[in-house]
C-alpha cells in the first residue's frame, strides 16, 4: 500500500486523490437564479443525500480560481433557493459544458440552449431534459477550511414518468441510469450494468 498524508506532505493533491478514490459520485447539477433574474447551471460531484427526516442534501461549491465564491454559492447564500437536476447519458456533454467559467450574470440555460420549467414552491427552476430534479431550500451554509457546504432541505421531488413506480412509491432501479463522476479531470461512468444482492431481513 502507498501510504499519503494529505494533511501535509501531499495536501496539494488532496483533490485529485480523492475525487479519484471516492467514486462514483453523483453529480448536482445546480440551477439558482442570478440577482437579475437569470439562470445559472453548474455541476457539482461534491455532492449527495444525507438524511430523510428531514430530507437533506449536501453539496460543495468550491471557489474560482481567483479565491471568489462561484456563482453557485453566491446565489444559494442570497436567495436560499436551488435546484438539483439529476443528470442521464444525453444530458452528460451539456452539463460537462455549463462547468465553463463564465461572467457572473451570463446565463448558462442561455448559452447552451437548455429550456427550463418552473419549480412548483421555489423560484429557481429546472432544467426540463432532467429525469429528475429535486426544489431545495438552504438549511444552512458551513465553512469549514476551504471548504464550503451548503446544506438543503429538499421541498419536492420531480420525477418522469417512466421512471417512478406509483404503486410502489419507488423509483424503478432498472430503468433509472444517472452518470457519476469519476477520476479528475475528465472521467466518469454509466450506471446502467447493475447487479443485486438482497439484503437480510
Not at 462561484?70 to 443528470?87: H, S, Y
Request: with cysteine.
Amino acid at each position: 500500500m502507498i501510504e499519503l498524508d494529505l494533511l501535509t506532505t501531499h495536501a496539494d493533491r488532496a483533490y485529485p486523490i480523492l475525487a479519484g478514490l471516492v467514486t462514483p459520485r453523483p453529480i448536482a447539477w445546480v440551477t439558482t437564479l442570478n440577482e437579475d433574474g437569470s439562470v445559472n447551471a453548474a455541476p457539482f460531484s461534491f455532492f449527495n443525500v444525507f438524511g430523510v427526516d428531514p430530507p437533506l442534501v449536501i453539496f460543495a461549491p468550491g471557489d474560482r480560481d481567483d479565491g471568489s465564491p462561484k456563482d453557485t454559492a453566491r446565489n444559494c447564500r442570497r436567495t436560499g433557493e436551488f435546484v438539483i437536476n439529476l443528470v442521464d447519458e444525453a444530458l452528460a456533454e451539456t452539463m460537462v459544458r455549463t462547468s465553463a467559467s463564465l461572467p457572473y450574470g451570463e446565463s448558462e440555460t442561455t448559452h447552451e440552449n437548455l429550456a427550463t420549467t418552473p419549480s412548483s414552491v421555489i423560484a429557481p427552476p429546472r432544467i426540463t431534459a432532467t429525469p429528475a430534479a429535486l426544489e431545495c431550500k438552504v438549511h444552512s451554509i458551513q465553512q469549514i477550511g476551504e471548504n464550503r457546504l451548503v446544506l438543503g432541505i429538499v421541498h419536492r421531488v420531480q420525477v418522469r414518468e417512466e421512471f417512478f413506480d406509483p404503486n410502489s412509491l419507488r423509483v424503478r432501479g432498472e430503468k433509472f441510469h444517472p452518470i457519476g463522476r469519476m477520476s479528475v479531470p475528465n472521467w466518469y461512468c454509466k450506471t446502467s450494468d447493475l447487479f443485486e444482492i438482497v439484503r437480510p431481513p
